[in-house]
């Protein structure tokens, strides 16, 4: 018994039949009271105590205070004919006293009981915020739904998206079949959807995945099923035969268009750092080369960690014998183009979209990869300036002139980021009909960003508003285009990227010179990854103020909603049929 609960006791009058006059605080136990059993339990236990009170030799009580048909309770009796008894019955008042009024905050509370939050506000400020709720299905439909709702989740993990858009999915499909008191609980690589029915049988679908294969264009077809189930549109048969076709669903484009692809944005992204004409071919069969030689040591079953370093390790000495043989004359923007094709883009943001969506578990683990990959690749370009030092290379001067703003080279550079967005849109296997909006929201981005440089903005602050501009022009873009955000948003990304501060921050630690130490090398990594970290938190942030934002076609997904959920409509498992 603590200090706290003798000080709440009352040290008066015990008023038994009486409840307590002040409310219960608020807590979580208060959900577990109110049961009748419960309630005739504590009535039973305070009869009892009734009667070792009346039988006590000390205190005093009204007579009010006892039932009508018991005895008159006795007259109390000082402390100096029986102080052993005195003391013993002081101390069980006080414990009666303690626990009744314990009880009493349980059952005979005035404010309402802690219910559980209803699923459906989960998909407040989603695309699904307006779903067609039906009547709770029969035990068997509603099983057959939760294996259609965790079927989502598990195409939508393999394929690359966000834990918050995956759960928020999974709601929406369940509410709108009419469970709505599904919950859902996801982990880095692990769905369980739980599922109470009326009666109280449970209910639990779990889906694991044990890898990614980005391919955006299922995303975009998930989103457009989860989108009309919400409308009403389709019933369960149309839903489950639509998502058998997604899950077999190609890919837009075959692998050696998505690797010239890869090439072709490592090239562009030369030109966008400063880099010739000859130094954008070289990098584009760099990143040929380097995606060809990372999927073959993959096939050795080797961890990522291994073959992100010798991916590093290769691009740096690619850039290094290109230099020293005058094949081109500025090797550090090769090497800053092959370390934006190895950073880990995508997990970047999910992560961080999970940090921030209070999703703590899935972003550690997110994270955890995010950090090695990264460790991969400071060991790699480490490795790389050790082995061409060591086999008599001449170092890579890694400091960039400052030039003017002419108006040629700023041409090339919209060209350029412009291209790096639709070849990133290819990259990730998104349709054609992202390429052109790809290519304006990433041009949007490297404006921004170039003109909160020549502000002499703060590099940190610089990438995380022109982030914020991607993600504010992708979220309705991307919507109205039938798919989630993350398909615009990672293109949109890839131009604002800064594998050249990398580089530099590696290379000071690696080759100290006079005006260089390992300190000053460790200061500009941190600074180089808590910029490219920004990235993702502006992207986040711009896709939470374009919420706000509606589009004609999620407008009409609503319009139909209200319209179907007014007439009452139900959906059924088996005998349903498609809606007009």
Request: aromatic share 4%; glycine share 8%; charged share 15%.
């Amino acid at each position: 018994m603590t200090d706290d609960s003798t000080e709440e006791a009352p040290t008066a009058e015990v008023p038994v039949d009486a409840q307590p006059s002040s409310g219960p605080e608020h807590g979580a136990n208060q959900a577990e009271a109110g049961s009748s059993a419960l309630q005739e339990l504590l009535e039973l236990s305070r009869q009892q105590r009734l009667q070792e009170l009346r039988e006590a030799p000390t205190g005093a009580l009204k007579s009010e205070d006892v039932d009508p048909g018991g005895p008159k309770s006795p007259k109390a009796t000082t402390a100096k004919s029986k102080p052993k008894a005195d003391q013993r019955g002081a101390s069980q008042r006080v414990a009666q006293r303690v626990a009744r009024r314990t009880v009493g905050r349980l059952v005979s509370g005035a404010s309402v009981n802690t219910q559980p939050v209803p699923i459906v506000t989960a998909l407040k400020g989603s695309p699904y915020k307006a779903p067609v709720q039906a009547n709770e299905p029969a035990e068997d439909e509603a099983r057959m739904v939760l294996d259609l709702a965790a079927d989502i989740a598990a195409i939508m993990m393999r394929a690359g998206a966000g834990t918050s858009d995956i759960e928020v999915s999974v709601i929406a499909a369940c509410a709108a079949f009419g469970l709505t008191t599904a919950q859902v609980d996801l982990t880095s690589n692990t769905l369980t959807v739980h599922y109470s029915t009326s009666d109280g049988r449970l209910m639990t679908v779990m889906r694991v995945n044990r890898g990614e294969s980005i391919h955006f264009a299922k995303l975009g077809s998930v989103h457009k099923l989860v989108t009309d189930l919400v409308a009403g549109t389709i019933g369960f048969n149309d839903a489950r035969n639509r998502l058998d076709a997604i899950r077999s669903q190609r890919r837009p484009y075959q692998d050696w268009f998505v690797t010239g692809a890869w090439g072709l944005m490592v090239g562009s992204l030369v030109v966008l750092l400063g880099g010739g004409a000859v130094t954008a071919v070289l990098g584009i069969v760099m990143a040929i080369f380097i995606r060809e030689s990372g999927k073959f040591i993959g096939r050795t079953s080797l961890p990522n960690f291994f073959i992100t370093t010798l991916q590093a390790a290769i691009a740096t000495l690619v850039a290094m014998v290109a230099g020293n043989f005058g094949i081109i004359e500025s090797p550090q923007y090769l090497v800053a183009a092959g370390i934006v094709l190895l950073l880990p883009t995508q997990s970047l943001y999910s992560s961080v979209q999970d940090a921030l969506t209070n999703f703590p578990l899935t972003a550690a683990g997110r994270m955890v990869g995010v950090v090695l990959t990264l460790a991969g690749i400071v060991s790699g370009l480490a490795l790389g300036v050790v082995t061409g030092e060591a086999i008599g290379l001449d170092p890579i001067e890694v400091l960039v002139p400052k030039t003017g703003v002419h108006v040629l080279t700023a041409i090339a550079s919209m060209i350029a980021a412009a291209v790096v967005s639709m070849a990133a849109v290819v990259a990730m296997q998104s349709t054609r009909r992202f390429i052109l909006p790809a290519a304006f929201v990433g041009l949007a981005s490297y404006i921004t960003i170039t003109v909160l440089t020549v502000l002499e903005i703060d590099n940190v602050l610089a990438s995380l508003l022109a982030a914020t501009v991607s993600g504010f022009l992708a979220r309705p873009l991307s919507l109205r285009l039938g798919a989630p955000a993350i398909v615009l948003m990672i293109p949109a990304i890839y131009t604002l990227l800064q594998g050249l501060s990398i580089f530099t921050a590696v290379y000071q630690i690696v080759a100290e010179t006079e005006t260089t130490s390992f300190a000053v090398g460790l200061s500009s990594l941190f600074t180089a990854i808590l910029a490219n970290a920004a990235l993702a938190v502006g992207a986040v942030l711009g896709s939470y103020l374009a919420r706000p934002l509606k589009n004609l076609k999620a407008d009409a997904v609503e319009k139909t909603a209200e319209s179907a959920r007014s007439n009452e409509s139900t959906i059924t498992v088996d005998t349903i049929e498609p809606r007009d």
